[in-house]
């Protein structure tokens, strides 16, 4: 009696240790996981920070929840927040590169100027459209002088942003108006990454392709005409 006593104890704290083990596993793996986005973000973060020889400080924060109150920690704070929402679509370290060059450009603009940046954090605020842009080029910029491929900027916002109706009174440019204009960026400043096209078959660098054949035909006519006109994209 006592023997089966003993083996059924036994039992149940096999059974116990592994539904706990079983538990505590399950707990640690979503925060493993965290540590591991958040180690990668920083090396990346980082390499591009050092590559552009930004003197200022700047963090980088892994964060699973959007903020809601739009507020800006990235001017507020120097402190660039990755959200879920903006680096799932980042399948590789140079489109994980371009969400960061971005938010690294707007960190360092904030971190110079007047009122040791105040006012620079203002005017980005104020004219979100004209800076949106800006932090495009800036962000293809840093992300060459850090080794990465800046057509990862296409494929990035190509897949992460959508296209609105309009953008006459919205606060943010077309996302086929940026994507043209980072586009005829690369074109007229860093043409060997088109020349040598190691995105040609990627299926997003190829939607772009197909979506942008008419804003393409617009530069392709600006520079076969010799002109300087800013090109209207639509």
């Given amino acids: 009696m006592k023997k089966i006593f003993v083996l059924l104890f036994v039992f149940i704290l ?70 879920d929402k903006f680096i799932k679509t980042a399948s590789s370290d140079a489109e994980l590169a371009a969400f960061l060059s971005r938010e690294i450009c707007k960190g360092a603009e904030s971190h110079t100027g007047m009122f040791k940046g105040f006012l620079n954090s203002l005017q980005i605020k104020a004219a979100p459209k004209k800076y949106e842009l800006f932090l495009d080029k800036r962000g293809v910029d840093f992300m060459v002088t850090a080794g990465y491929n800046p057509l990862a900027m296409i494929t990035y916002i190509n897949k992460t942003y959508p296209q609105k109706r309009q953008d006459k009174i919205t606060r943010s440019n077309l996302t086929s108006k940026r994507l043209a204009n980072i586009y005829e960026y690369i074109y007229t400043k860093y043409p060997i990454y088109l020349q040598n096209n190691e995105y ?30 800013k090109v209207k994209y639509e």
């Fill in 14 to 83: 096999f059974v116990c240790n592994g539904t706990f083990a079983k538990e505590e596993n399950t707990t640690k793996t979503p925060l493993i996981e965290d540590i591991r986005l958040q180690n990668h973000i920083d090396e990346v973060g980082f390499k591009i920070l050092n590559a552009n020889k930004i003197d200022v400080r700047m963090v980088f924060v892994y964060d699973k929840e959007t903020n809601i109150l739009n507020i800006e920690p990235t001017l507020r704070k120097r402190q660039i927040v990755a959200y």
């Fill in 200 to 229: 040609i078959e990627n299926y997003y660098y190829q939607n772009f392709l197909l979506t942008s054949q008419e804003n393409r035909k617009k530069l392709h006519d600006k520079i076969k005409s010799g002109s300087k006109k």
